[in-house]
């Protein structure tokens, strides 16, 4: 079946030998060539997983990165390419990283410290384990009970689509030892935020209260857990105490940077169209998923969409650095650049599977572009949502601009069995589901970066953007 | 459907009102309880997991698995439950094991010791990588070609159904090490001899040949030996250089134990029937497939065996030592028990996936007997097989007697995803399957002890067993 035919029934005859038409007609077939084979993505995340690796922010590791992702973009035609440094607070992990649960049985846990853990002092602590099924039973106890003690939270995450069950389990990470340090507790470890069965524990980032000292933080694989949590039964009252030991520490201010580069448009005073994605990743794997495959897509789409013709509009790829640690580099991005109008965002940073879902937030402004868009990726199995895109973690400039952002929804069944663990490597990638994002990503960005109008209104671009600063 | 009818009808009917008839359907009723709910797998290997975990054999960890497995017997009711105490040289992984690529690319791999592997000094060796794509290229390799080398073996190792291809990809860990040093290596890294793709690799036994110093020898994850060969096409001909750090050391002598534990028969002046497991695990997993459930099954099937009436026949269950690291407790038994008749022997020792095949090593010399229990255990999906059954690594004692042997073999489609791995974990296990490996063991193993004839050979039982040492 010829792919083109349903657009094509769609559009007006008179289209049909403009152009703009070409222009369409180009377009869809740099997508359709990326949905058969893929030129960039795979030699992205293959080449940055392969010859750098893990990226934790703020680290030589992730000035590599950096680095790596500054020379492939030149290499492969990028204008404008370049490292934005900026500062930030950066924590690492250490390198020791043990639990042992000491009576009434004993027996090695898998550990991996939760960013902005504290230290525990050499030769790690032991103290007494307290169960919580969940934050709000911890929430519910008694200040200063947990004085000495170490905590545990539990929770029980299910896989969704739309990855919507972090919203529930996340806050055992991110809020869970927070709580427990203001309790009084001496060390917490919780079950990994996470939806697989292996010996890899799920990191990042926490954060403390102001004005509470940061504990020793770790995060338990879900095997690891589920088997804490049968001593605890096993234990029938008996005291159950742990020894904990971990290293990470506080580095102070050392340098990030921001990776942008561009496929520069016919007509550069145009606000351009920015794809985002994150260079930095967890120490603790290559980052396949979260988020190489990311820049991956942002990257090769532009690249297709080029393809098609040099678009109207600049085309702006942004790699930010440390945005596990904090979103770092988006905030920098932001700050740096808010007087200069973003036409539109969006960002990849949600593995690798199958775009499934559209939004945006200019649906009920700008109905005719949404549903252009809507039809154009309606082929690659993509539906149409009623949501209102808010855009990825890197995208602070676009809400701080109060600016267009397109959500393009990814198949997250699989992505909180990944997510910020060992396990996340170039192998769990499939090259099929990963070249769909790409072709979807093409057709939208190409869209974008040709449309003359304001995205967000439909209407006249204003001659001085109006840009609005975050509230 | 009732499940008795198939084998009431191949019955004679005048069997139909005897004692042994009685005793049959009070044995099919115990197996098909067993395959309904179960009473005695789970709890043995959830407890020995979750209130021991890892058992290296040698180690005060398997001394606490041998201890529990001997409370767990005497609480369930077993006979003549010992720890029968035997020496063995005991080696241990140590603390430390690292490995890092340094050039041209930098990046950390997963890394585990291979058992018997040597020691790095502190602070590790650095050596450029040797890459052999097969145990027969390293064969292949010249004498000395790797003096002050590192070699990586790699090699493809299949999922199969009856874990066939173990025996092309074993090698690589049993022998490759050993010809490496043979060769000068200082070193060697394998491709874990798995099939999974997550980041915990799988040890195991390897041996340096008479008069070849031990060298460090370590298993790479499948996803970090992966990562390890696109480094290599990367490379472009660059020297790839790893620093590998471990500190495993050989303890010399130290004690370890067999486990035993009888359901005493009828007649205990009969053979009994030998149900063999082992009861230690590799040190970085708690066993629940790699033995636990063995254990777990041989235990329940001689239980459940029991209900349908006190057995003619001793049923007698070994859990035997120091499996892992070299067959340690199985020759021990054999040479303390070489000159007490076994009727049969039987293992568990491939997981907890179900049982799909029967053989034995009398389908010519006792075919009554073969199609009785083929008969038997055809209802629970258990096919019978022409291969001759050799017996699992515990039941030397079995195979030095020239006895009777049974193999039921388990699936092991995931087999090798698990092997050796910390993932090893109780999570893994399948109740549906773990239930019908025991409602099959059940059937054989009371059809075995109340088996009046030599099994071997389906005629009377001599007097004074012919005994015969192993060549």
Not at 362 to 373: D, G, Q, T, V
Not at 374 to 402: C, E, M, P, W, Y
Not at 423 to 436: G, M
């Amino acid at each position: 079946m010829n792919r083109l035919v349903p657009v094509l029934a769609a559009l007006p005859l008179a289209f049909l030998s403009t152009p703009a038409f070409a222009q369409t007609q180009a377009l869809e077939q740099a997508a359709a060539a990326a949905l058969e084979s893929d030129t960039y993505a795979w030699d992205f995340v293959e080449g940055i997983t392969t010859e750098v690796g893990p990226r934790q922010a703020g680290t030589e590791a992730e000035a590599r990165g950096r680095a790596w992702a500054v020379a492939w973009l030149k290499a492969k035609g990028f204008a404008n390419v370049a490292d934005e440094p900026f500062m930030m607070d950066t924590w690492v992990p250490g390198d020791i990283a043990r639990a042992r649960v000491t009576a009434p049985f004993a027996q090695d846990l898998t550990v991996l410290p939760l960013g902005n853990s504290g230290a525990t002092p050499a030769g790690g602590i032991e103290a007494e384990v307290v169960f919580f099924r969940t934050v709000d039973e911890l929430r519910a106890a008694p200040a200063e009970s947990l004085a000495g003690k170490i905590a545990y939270i539990s929770h029980q995450m299910r896989p969704a689509q739309d990855g919507s069950h972090y919203g529930f389990a996340g806050p055992v990470r991110w809020v869970g030892p927070g709580l427990a340090a203001s309790k009084g507790a001496v060390g917490v470890v919780i079950k990994s935020v996470g939806t697989d069965h292996h010996r890899n524990p799920h990191t990042g980032g926490t954060s403390f209260p102001e004005g509470v000292k940061p504990i020793p933080a770790g995060a338990l694989s879900l095997p690891d857990a589920e088997n804490l949590e049968r001593m605890f039964a096993r234990a029938k009252g008996r005291p159950l105490t742990l020894r904990l030991e971990m290293n990470p520490r506080q580095l102070g201010k050392t340098e990030s940077g921001n990776v942008v580069g561009e496929i520069v448009g016919q007509n550069p005073s145009l606000p351009p169209v920015l794809l985002a994605c994150h260079i930095d990743s967890w120490w603790n794997s290559p980052g396949a998923f979260d988020d190489g495959a990311g820049c991956a897509i942002v990257a090769a789409a532009a690249l297709n969409a080029a393809k098609a013709g040099q678009p109207l509009r600049t085309v702006r790829v942004l790699m930010a650095g440390a945005e596990e640690t904090g979103l770092w580099g988006s905030k920098a991005y932001s700050e740096a650049h808010l007087d200069e109008a973003i036409a539109v965002g969006i960002e990849s940073d949600f593995g690798a599977d199958r775009v499934w879902r559209f939004d945006s937030n200019f649906r009920e402004s700008n109905p005719a572009l949404h549903k252009r868009i809507a039809a154009a990726v309606a082929r690659f199995g993509v539906s149409a949502g009623s949501d209102v895109a808010t855009g990825g973690a890197d995208l602070n400039i676009v809400r701080d601009q109060k600016g267009a952002l397109i959500d393009l929804q990814q198949d997250g069944m699989r992505y909180f069995d990944l997510h910020h663990t060992p396990d996340d490597t170039l192998d769990k990638i499939d090259p099929v589901q990963l070249r769909q994002n790409v072709a979807v990503w093409t057709m939208v960005v190409g869209i974008l970066a040709n449309e003359a109008n304001s995205i967000l209104t439909g209407g006249p671009i204003p001659s001085a953007p109006k840009i609005m600063q975050a509230p």
